[in-house]
């Protein structure tokens, strides 16, 4: 490998490291992580957010026996068609309080990666997991 690709490589680790660096060991407790209640939707519905200050859409999830929730969520970069997100099983943290946005309450945070980028990769599931199962 060349110098030039060293450095490069090396660059935008250092770039990722300083966007969010990880927290230290021990700042956290399973006790904390205990508290989140999180569980797998499935997206009924996802449309154009147009009153969002930044891109956003507005999902419809269902979480089995928690019943549909909704949630906005900043993806148009990561999924220009809306439409491609629906019957998409994904994560989300359903016991945190409602927040409004522009309007629309938003009940549940749906997971994604953080990359540099900008796009948000939303974390999914493997076959075999339900609307309303938990995650651990």
Known sequence: ?????????HA?????????????AGSATIDDFQKLDIRVGRIREARV??????PAYQLTIDFGPAGILRSSAQLPATYP????????????????PPRRIAGFESQVLVLGALPEDGRIPLLSVDDGAQPGDPIG
């Open 12 to 24: 935008k680790e250092r770039r990722l490291s300083q966007a969010r660096p990880f927290l230290p």
């Open 81 to 96: 068609d809306p439409q491609a997100l629906v019957g998409r099983l994904v994560i989300g943290v359903v016991n945190f």
């Open 49 to 54: 957010f147009p009153e969002a200050r930044r």
């Open 1 to 9: 490998m060349s110098a030039r690709v060293k450095l490069a490589a």
